[in-house]
């Protein structure tokens, strides 16, 4: 079965099982490696990739489901690293062993765009399905709220 959808800005087509989860599609078959498996079972947030803006969780979404819409994955949030984002996780050291990080930072890319400005608890909220082995979810608030343009000390 052929799938339609624009993967970071670009019309692809993809030939497929319908029921492949997003994550494999992407991985495996298109070569975006950004995403990170971490679960499988939608408990970690390693593969968090924004479905029309919303954040999903690749891993256990059917790539059917992504049939006509458009697919942001880490690697289309900026095309060199420039977003708001993904600065404030550089310039605050964020990641440590980093295989958490591109989920993280999809998943408060969708919380900036509905809320460009979140309190701590909007921010606590939004990250506290994604999971961090290294525990740098301090750091992980104060880089949301840097790119936020708050005080983030």
Known sequence: ?????????????????PEMPLLWALRDVLG??????????ALCGACVVHLDGEAVRACVTPVSRAE???VTTI????????????KAWVEL???QCGFCQS??????????????????????????GNLCRCGTYTRI???????AGLPHE
């Open 141 to 147: 608030r104060c880089a949301i709220k840097k790119a």
């Open 103 to 128: 989920g993280q930072i999809m998943t408060a890319a969708a919380l900036l765009a509905k809320k460009p400005q979140p309190s701590d608890s909007e921010i606590d909220r939004s990250m506290s």
């Open 68 to 70: 006509g819409r458009h």
């Open 1 to 17: 079965m052929s799938i339609h959808l624009k993967l970071n800005g670009t019309e692809r087509e993809l030939e497929v099982d």
């Open 32 to 41: 975006l490696t950004g995403t990170k498996y971490g679960c499988g079972q």
């Open 75 to 86: 690697e289309g949030l900026s095309a060199d690293g420039s977003h708001p984002l993904q």
């Open 93 to 95: 050291a964020v990641p």
